[in-house]
T-cell receptor, first 113, second 113 residues
Framework: GEDVEQSLFLSVREGDSSVINCTYT??????LYWYKQEPGAGLQLLTY?????DMKQDQRLTVLLNKKDKHLSLRIADTQTGDSAIYFC?????????????FGQGTTLQVKP | NAGVTQTPKFQVLKTGQSMTLQCAQD?????MSWYRQDPGMGLRLIHY???????DQGEVPNGYNVSRSTTEDFPLRLLSAAPSQTSVYFC????????????FGEGSRLTVL
């Protein structure tokens, strides 16, 4: 079945770049997403990428998609302490949107001052 | 805008008790879903609905019931609570078509003793 894998923890220093990686299995996914969860809160969409794109940039965020390897990454430039959170990678499990997403385990990003 | 509203935020149950987690959205979204979040396991889909009167099972449906009598509401019922159902529960909604972005509630933390 569909599966999404992420590493569980990443620690960086303030001002450095953070790179969070994700692998997925469903090659028919139309969109892939990055969500952010702050402590005690729900998930909020950070950014998404359409499957026919290789890269998407949005201010400090860069998403890279390698469809051949089914690999997705999120780069946060100039990481700040406010970026400390759990980051989830997610995919739509089919080419049609039915409101179902498959989530990875989440990567906890710790930003040290 | 309220978005997706979940109640209660916290609940403690004894084994065998039943309860309902409420979820309401005011965005006129067609799709609604329930996820549970457990440490190291990401979010797992319990049940979802693509419209009023239509529901389907997700990855972990056992022990839970749902119904969708209106577009706005999607309650999740625990029939006979078990300690394995201790978790944080998230309700989400999304619009048909578009990018498939899920909008999440703030979560309901359930402890079953």
């Amino acid at each position: 079945g569909e599966d999404v894998e992420q590493s569980l923890f990443l620690s960086v220093r303030e001002g450095d770049s953070s790179v969070i990686n994700c692998t997925y299995t469903d090659s028919s996914s139309t969109y892939l997403y990055w969500y952010k969860q702050e402590p005690g809160a729900g998930l909020q969409l950070l950014t998404y990428i359409f499957s026919n794109m290789d890269m998407k940039q949005d201010q400090r965020l860069t998403v890279l998609l390698n469809k051949k390897d089914k690999h997705l990454s999120l780069r946060i430039a100039d990481t700040q302490t406010g970026d400390s959170a759990i980051y989830f990678c997610a995919e739509s499990p089919s080419s049609s949107n039915t409101g179902k997403l498959i989530f990875g385990q989440g990567t906890t990003l710790q930003v040290k001052p | 805008n309220a978005g997706v509203t979940q109640t209660p935020k916290f609940q403690v149950l004894k084994t065998g008790q039943s309860m309902t987690l409420q979820c309401a959205q005011d965005m006129n979204h067609e799709y609604m879903s329930w996820y549970r979040q457990d440490p190291g396991m990401g979010l797992r889909l319990i049940h979802y609905s693509v419209g009023a009167g239509i529901t389907d099972q997700g990855e972990v449906p056992n022990g839970y019931n749902v119904s969708r009598s209106t577009t706005e509401d999607f309650p999740l019922r625990l029939l006979s609570a078990a300690p394995s159902q201790t978790s944080v529960y998230f309700c989400a909604s999304s619009a048909a078509g578009g990018t498939g972005e899920l909008f999440f509630g703030e979560g309901s933390r359930l402890t079953v003793l």
